[in-house]
C-alpha cells in the first residue's frame, strides 16, 4: 500500500515541473505521484510520461480536457491509491528532509492504526527575484509534534491560517466528506482546506519546513491584478464557501471559531479586491457578495460580521475604505499575493 499520494495539477509546466516531481520521487515507493495534465498545450504530457517509464511503480500520468485547478485535484483524488493525499502545484517543490520527517510520521500513524485525519507543516514563502523566504509556522496556535483535536488548539495569528500548501488529509477522508472542487475555477483550494474541517477529528502538528511555495511569475494566480482580473471566480469560491456549512450547527467552539475567522478573511479578500478595482459596478458587488451571506444564512453573517474585519469590509466611507486596504495588506502577508 502506498503511504501518501502526491498529485501534481500541470497546465503547460514543462519547463518547470520537474521540480516538484523529483523532489516527491525522494521518498521512494512508500509515494505515488499523479501528474495531472490539464490539456496542456506545450510538452508537460511527454515530460511527465518521461518520469512514469523512468519510475513506473510511482508516478502515474492522467490525462484530461482543460478543467482548472480544481478539476485537475479532483482527478488526482479519483485515483489516489494512498492512505494520505496532498497536492503539489507544478511550481513548488518539497524540502527533502523535512519530507523525510513528514513519511517518517505517516508511516508510524498507519503501523499504529491510529486514524490521523490531517497534518500540518509548516511551508515557506520562495521569493527568488529578491532573494527572500517567509516561513509560515503554527508552533503558537498548536500542539507541536504531536497528536491533538480542536479543542486543543490554542490562539491563531492572521498569518496561520491553514492553507493547502500546509496540509495532508487522510485519503478516505476526502472522499466521506464529499469534496469535489469546481471546474474551470480559480482559488478553490480555499474550499480544498475548508470543507473538510468538520469531518477532521485527529491532527498532529509536525514542526518542518515542508512546502516550498513559489511566489513571482507574473501570470500567477496570486498575482494581484490577475486576482482583479478573475473577481467573479474568487467571489464564487467566496459563496460556495458560505454554503458548504452553516457555521452556527458547528458545535466545538474552537473549530467553529477558527471557520468563522477563515471565511471572514476570505470575504475581506474578495470585498477589498473589489475595492481596489474601484467601478462602481465592483462596488456593487461587494455589497451582493455580504446580502447574499446575510439573506442565506443570518446567524453566520452576524458571526463573520463580529470578527475584527468583518463590519468595516462593508463601510462605504473614506475611513471605511482605509481600513479595507489595511486588510487587504494583512491578507496579501497571509496569502502572499502581490
Not at 10 to 26: P, R
Not at 200 to 205: A, Q
Request: hydrophobic share 40%.
Amino acid at each position: 500500500m502506498k503511504i501518501l499520494t502526491v498529485a501534481i495539477p500541470c497546465y503547460n509546466s514543462a519547463e518547470y515541473m520537474g521540480k516538484a516531481i523529483k523532489s516527491v520521487l525522494t521518498a521512494g515507493d512508500d509515494v505515488e505521484i499523479i501528474v495531472v495534465d490539464d490539456g496542456s498545450t506545450d510538452n508537460t504530457k511527454e515530460v511527465a510520461e518521461k518520469y512514469a517509464a523512468e519510475y513506473p511503480d510511482i508516478v502515474k500520468v492522467v490525462s484530461k480536457e482543460n478543467g482548472g485547478h480544481g478539476s485537475a485535484v479532483n482527478e488526482g483524488l479519483k485515483h489516489a491509491a494512498g492512505a494520505y493525499f496532498k497536492v503539489l502545484d507544478s511550481d513548488d517543490w518539497f524540502d527533502r528532509g523535512a519530507f523525510e520527517q513528514v513519511m517518517k510520521l505517516l508511516h508510524k500513524m498507519i503501523e499504529d492504526n491510529i486514524c490521523l485525519d490531517m497534518v500540518i507543516s509548516n511551508y515557506v514563502y520562495e521569493k527568488p527575484s529578491i532573494g527572500k523566504k517567509r516561513i509560515i509556522n503554527y508552533r503558537s496556535a498548536m500542539p507541536v509534534n504531536e497528536l491533538f483535536t480542536w479543542s486543543e488548539l490554542k490562539h491563531f495569528k492572521l498569518s496561520q491560517n491553514i492553507l493547502m500548501h500546509s496540509v495532508i488529509y487522510r485519503t478516505q477522508m476526502l472522499r466521506d466528506c464529499g469534496l469535489e472542487l469546481p471546474k474551470h475555477t480559480f482559488y478553490v483550494d480555499n474550499i480544498f482546506v475548508y470543507q473538510p474541517l468538520p469531518s477532521v477529528k485527529l491532527m498532529y502538528y509536525l514542526d518542518v519546513d515542508l512546502y516550498r511555495y513559489f511566489i513571482g511569475r507574473e501570470d500567477q494566480s496570486v498575482n494581484e491584478s490577475v486576482m482583479i482580473r478573475r473577481i467573479d471566480q474568487q467571489i464564487k469560491v467566496n459563496k460556495l464557501m458560505m454554503d458548504s456549512h452553516d457555521l452556527t450547527k458547528i458545535e466545538n467552539d474552537k473549530l467553529r471559531h477558527y471557520m468563522v475567522k477563515y471565511l471572514a478573511m476570505i470575504t475581506t479578500v474578495s470585498s477589498a479586491l473589489l475595492v481596489k478595482e474601484g467601478t462602481s459596478e465592483s462596488l456593487k458587488k461587494r455589497k451582493k457578495l455580504w446580502l447574499y451571506l446575510k439573506t442565506s444564512n443570518p446567524g453566520m453573517y452576524k458571526m463573520v460580521n463580529n470578527t475584527m474585519l468583518g463590519r468595516p469590509m462593508q463601510m462605504r466611507t473614506f475611513v471605511g475604505r482605509k481600513i479595507i486596504i489595511f486588510g487587504y495588506k494583512m491578507s496579501q502577508k497571509i496569502f502572499g499575493f502581490s
